[in-house]
T-cell receptor, first 109, second 112 residues
């Protein structure tokens, strides 16, 4: 069946360093790849997305890259801050999304 | 103020009971979704609906039922056939396939 794998499951970085989270997907028909940030007990919030006709997208300190041939996409956060600490989820799909299992990011002050 | 509203925020269910979780949106979105989130895990799709009066099973539909009689509403019933219903339930909606979901604030269901 359709599957999205996400790594790592936990990630600790020093404030100011970069963080990278990687996902792979199985359904070659997927054409939309969003990333969500979820704080404890809260709803997931969309932070950035990318469509299949684009290889890279950047929004201030956040960027996403997509390699459709390898079925691989990544989230890059630069100059991390303590408020970036949260769980991050990748997803892939078309009319419905399959989510990865999440990455708990801790930014150490 | 446009958005997607889930109620109640907390729900307790006794063994053998059916309970219904409410999801209402005023965003004029066609598609609506129900996901289940267990501690430390990702979101798993229960049911989704792309249009009124039509819905499809997701990956873990057993023990759940839904209806989509109105565009704005997509209630989820957790039946007694769902043996492990304790989880955080998230409802989402989307305008079309080129956009991400808008999530509700969730309902935390606990079996007592």
């Amino acid at each position: 069946g359709e599957n999205v794998e996400q790594h790592p499951s936990t990630l600790s970085v020093q404030e100011g360093d970069s963080a990278v989270i990687k996902c792979t997907y199985s359904d070659s028909a997927s054409n939309y790849f969003p990333w969500y940030k979820q704080e404890l007990g809260k709803r997931p919030q969309l932070i950035i997305d990318i469509r299949s006709n684009v290889g890279e997208k950047k929004d201030q300190r956040i960027a996403v890259t997509l390699n459709k041939t390898a079925k691989h996409f990544s989230l890059h956060i630069t100059e991390t801050q303590p408020e970036d600490s949260a769980v991050y989820f990748c997803a892939a799909g078309t009319y419905k999304y399959i989510f990865g299992t999440g990455t708990r990011l801790k930014v150490l002050a | 103020d446009g958005g997607i509203t889930q109620s109640p925020k907390y729900l307790f269910r006794k063994e053998g009971q059916n309970v219904t979780l409410s999801c209402e949106q005023n965003l004029n979105h066609d598609a609506m979704y129900w996901y289940r989130q267990d501690p430390g895990q990702g979101l798993r799709l229960i049911y989704y609906s792309q249009i009124v009066n039509d819905f499809q099973k997701g990956d873990i539909a057993e023990g759940y039922s839904v209806s989509r009689e109105k565009k704005e509403s997509f209630p989820l019933t957790v039946t007694s056939a769902q043996k492990n219903p304790t989880a955080f339930y998230l409802c989402a909606s989307r305008t079309d396939i080129n956009y991400g979901y808008t999530f509700g604030s969730g309902t935390r269901l606990t079996v007592v």
